[in-house]
């Protein structure tokens, strides 16, 4: 069975609709035939822990395709997430539970729904000591990432998080690198049926080796990884940073010694894909740069962005902010001494700086991409028109001998994308979320945009690849169950349509055949081989006479 999302269903659990023993299916016809042997009494179901239906499932065997689980006929199920990794929320609390179990730790793990999914996060909590540790498996809002983890402090003794790929905003990266100096990552790696997670400690300028569980350690201060020292702050703030800093005294480097770190720290920052302020940017730089006045900050970064590239590349500068998550004041001044125009107010300011923090994550990202053009300043420092994404037509003017010159005309919109704006890829899924709670007619303008985004997908990189498809499953669920969304046209299967094609083929033979006859039928001389007339014949005549 395909799943909701276009994806084979390859993971289920044992036993029943509510077990939480989960299992990927081999793929390999082989692979799944020696599996039948060593388990033959054990039955699959879509299991409600994974987001399923709760019925059974059989497991198909393919020689020509990929092995995979399978609904019963007539089955309705709107599971979203049928891949390898939809299940590893269940795989992570076998392994913590082993784990505990091999160091003595009365301890439980469970998993929380958090709306998304019913595998959002996973909680791991030792009663004794109530130490605590959240394994995060969906993206959440840095402000709802701070208001839990308020909540959970107050419970717990120590609380650790854990963020798996692409879960982590760039605020709350930025705020543990600054408590703790490294963030806590995992993630899993297939073995046979399961998988197992491995974790490692990393921050903006290095990370320890991915390590198993077993290496790892409950300490009074917390979970521990191999290879990193744990710092944390007595307090919070500028305060607190500042009197952190007063302790020792700074070194005083050359001013060249400073670009060339600020330029690193910067160039790391955009790797992570955070927004650091100044004063994280000096922890990272060097502490001698966290005293300078405003005119001496804005001499160093124009040093560094002139020598960050030529002209187009993007402006470190604007990855800095402020507490607020604003651009500081002078960032403005880097950026018309450098040549990119001015900005007349501070909204013109922060959307521009935006702009250029996203070609900066696109350029020093890893993997990178192709960055996103550069938002034009007009004269009086306000936003130039946006020119079309798409690039323009090549056209070729032939010069007749009288008559007007034809010109091309613009190309149409497609007829899908008739009540969709002009968006980018990476406000689709903004939109998609907007257009459930718009007045009017929702369904038909979030059909429009779903279309949008099916095109979108093969253009974005992971983690918005992700994202987008889950707002696209989301707002599909939202569709279905409106009685005024326009109805679908079913999807035609690739067995179908290659049916439908060759009819039509042979259709347009047997009417090309069919012509042909007719043509060669009118064009014969209906007295061709017919005996001719008495008299008719000249030589007769003559013969008469």
């Known amino acids: 069975m395909i799943g909701s999302d276009g994806r084979l269903v390859q993971t289920a659990v044992i036993g029943s609709r509510n077990s939480g023993r989960a299992i990927i299916l081999p793929t390999d016809a082989d692979e799944l035939t020696r599996w039948r042997r060593r388990h033959p009494a054990y039955t699959y179901w879509c299991g409600t822990q994974l987001g399923g239906c709760g019925n059974e499932l059989s497991d198909r065997l393919y020689r020509d395709k990929v092995c995979h689980f399978a609904h019963r006929p007539h089955t309705s199920c709107h599971r979203t997430a049928t891949g390898a990794a939809s299940a590893d929320h269940l795989f992570i609390k076998d392994d913590l539970a082993a784990w505990a179990g091999r160091n003595r730790l009365k301890a439980r793990a469970t998993s929380r729904d958090l709306g998304i999914g019913p595998g959002d996060a996973v909680d791991f909590r030792v009663g004794a000591a109530r130490q605590h540790v959240r394994f995060q498996f969906s993206r959440l809002a840095h402000t709802e990432w701070e208001q839990a983890r308020q909540r959970l402090s107050s419970e717990s003794a120590t609380l650790d998080w854990v963020f798996g790929p692409g879960t982590a905003q760039p605020e709350t990266m930025e705020e543990l690198y600054d408590e703790y100096g ?99 940017l000096a922890r990272t730089a060097g502490s001698d740069l966290l005293g300078l006045s405003v005119p001496d900050r804005v001499a160093l970064l124009v040093a560094v962005e002139r020598t960050s590239g030529g002209e187009g590349s993007p402006l470190l500068s604007a990855l800095l902010r402020t507490g607020e998550s604003d651009p500081p004041p002078y960032v403005a001044n880097v950026a018309v001494a450098v040549g990119c125009g001015a900005t007349a107010t501070a909204a013109v300011l922060k959307r521009w700086c935006q702009r250029e923090a996203d070609r900066a994550f696109a350029v020093y990202g890893v993997p990178s991409r192709t960055a996103p053009p550069r938002l034009p300043l007009t004269v009086d420092g306000r936003l130039a028109a946006q020119q079309s994404a798409e690039p323009a037509q090549r056209q070729t003017i032939v010069h007749a001998k009288g008559g007007k010159v034809q010109q091309q005309a613009a190309r149409p919109k497609p007829k899908q994308f008739a009540d969709v704006p002009l968006l980018r890829d990476t406000e689709i899924r903004h939109a998609l979320r907007s257009a459930r709670q718009r007045r009017g007619p929702r369904p038909r303008y979030a059909a429009a945009l779903m279309a949008r985004a099916d095109e979108a997908l093969t253009r974005l990189p992971e983690p918005q690849r992700t994202e987008l498809v889950a707002e696209m499953a989301t707002t599909r669920r939202w569709l279905d169950s409106r009685p005024d969304t326009p109805a679908r046209k079913p999807r035609q299967s690739r067995r179908a349509a290659k049916a439908a094609d060759a009819q039509k083929a042979t259709a347009v033979k047997q009417s090309a055949r069919a012509k042909k006859t007719r043509q060669g039928k009118k064009g014969q001389n209906p007295l061709q081989g017919a005996r001719p007339l008495p008299g008719g014949d000249p030589r007769t005549a003559k013969r008469a006479t």
């Open 182 to 280: 490294y963030l806590l990552r995992f993630r899993f790696e297939t073995q046979g049926a399961v998988r197992r997670i491995r974790l490692r400690a990393e921050d903006p300028r290095r990370s320890t080796d991915w390590v198993s569980l077993d290496v790892c350690a409950m300490t009074p201060e917390g979970l521990r990884v191999p290879g990193v020292q744990p710092r944390r702050r007595s307090g919070t703030g500028p305060a607190a940073d500042a009197g952190a800093w007063r302790g020792a005294a700074p070194v005083r480097r050359s001013r060249e010694e400073q670009v060339l770190a600020l330029k690193e720290a910067l160039v790391s920052a955009a790797r992570f894909r955070t927004r650091p302020t100044w004063e994280a």
